[in-house]
């Protein structure tokens, strides 16, 4: 048998950072000890977002539904360019934003981070580098036919990630198909 060694994509990406939220907890907070003595390890929880509403209600859904004080929460958000200082100063604002109302509402700690690619393997190339406890996306919102024909990030995570669970949360209003 002889070894096949696999091509290793290289790909560009930009961590955001963040405003600095959360207070430094000492390594010795008695709130985070269980019973036992033992330290409670947050969870880590990657949540794909881009500019649509439903990104935004997957986010949200995933805060109100997942996320607990003790985790983190990985934004990822892919564009085509990481150099476009335009497109990077916009992505930024968003996960800026989406990162204090992660914080004011669950106290959850927040990293995020642009990356450059196709957004189903982007996704897919976080979740394997993160292995988090669940992917969280929100659906295009595009009706079955053109989701068929066009395919769907979505879809693309739900058969290609295999590194935790995938949570599809679909739109407002819209009903399953299933």
């Known amino acids: 048998?002889?070894?096949?060694?696999?091509?290793?994509?290289?790909?560009?990406?930009?961590?955001?950072?963040?405003?600095?939220?959360?207070?430094?907890?000492?390594?010795?907070?008695?709130?985070?000890?269980?019973?036992?003595?033992?330290?409670?390890?947050?969870?880590?929880i990657l949540v794909a977002v881009d500019f649509g509403p439903n990104s935004k209600h997957a986010f949200d859904w995933a805060l109100a539904h997942i996320a607990r004080i003790a985790d983190t929460v990985h934004l990822v958000h892919a564009?085509?360019?990481?150099?476009?200082?335009?497109?990077?100063?916009?992505?930024?604002?968003?996960?800026?934003?989406?990162?204090?109302?992660?914080?004011?509402?669950?106290?959850?700690r927040t990293k995020a981070r642009i990356v450059e690619g196709d957004a189903g393997k982007v996704i897919c190339r976080e979740a394997d580098r993160l292995k988090p406890a669940a992917v969280i996306l929100g659906t295009r919102g595009r009706g079955l036919i053109q989701s068929v024909l066009q395919g769907s990030v979505s879809e693309y995570c739900f058969h290609n990630c295999k590194a935790a669970p995938i949570i599809i949360v679909p739109g407002k209003g819209e009903q399953s198909v299933l």
């Open 1 to 44: 048998m002889e070894t096949v060694e696999e091509d290793v994509e290289e790909y560009s990406w930009r961590e955001v950072v963040l405003p600095r939220l959360v207070p430094v907890v000492p390594d010795a907070a008695p709130e985070l000890e269980r019973e036992n003595g033992e330290r409670r390890r947050g969870r880590d």
């Open 79 to 108: 564009v085509s360019s990481v150099q476009n200082e335009i497109v990077y100063e916009k992505s930024r604002e968003l996960m800026e934003d989406l990162a204090v109302e992660a914080f004011k509402t669950l106290l959850v």
